[in-house]
């Protein structure tokens, strides 16, 4: 049973900057792609960015140049550093692992909020 169990969440004021954690439980990590999403209040859960087992990245538009994915496959753990934080960045931010169709798990998330 592959667990995610993600940290670093927090308010912050705009400007700011937080980096999230997500330890992942389970030898399965190596092989996945890992991502964050988010979701604000009354909208659907949205990506934010992605980094393939070879470390290729894919980011939201919105957050391309402010926010960095980053994986440690020695740790299991995969990061978001986030910076220049804007009140629209405020949401619960979700870590997802997925191993192509045959494998797909989310962490129970963690809230960020950015005051203006």
């Known amino acids: 049973q592959v667990q995610l169990v993600e940290s670093g969440g927090g308010l912050v004021q705009a400007g700011g900057s937080l980096r999230l954690s997500c330890a992942v439980s389970?030898?399965?990590?190596?092989?996945?792609?890992m991502g964050w999403y988010r979701q604000a209040p009354g909208k659907q859960r949205a990506l934010v960015a992605t980094?393939?087992?070879?470390?290729?990245?894919n980011y939201a538009d919105s957050v391309k140049g402010r926010f960095i994915i980053s994986r440690d496959n020695a740790k299991n753990a995969v990061y978001l550093q986030m910076n220049s934080l804007k009140p629209e960045d405020t949401a619960v931010y979700y870590c997802?692992?997925?191993?192509?169709?045959?494998?797909?798990?989310w962490g129970q998330g963690t809230q960020v909020t950015v005051s203006s």
């Open positions: 980094i393939t087992r070879s470390g290729s990245t």
């Open positions: 389970g030898s399965i990590f190596s092989m996945a792609t």
């Open positions: 997802n692992l997925r191993v192509g169709d045959l494998y797909n798990s």
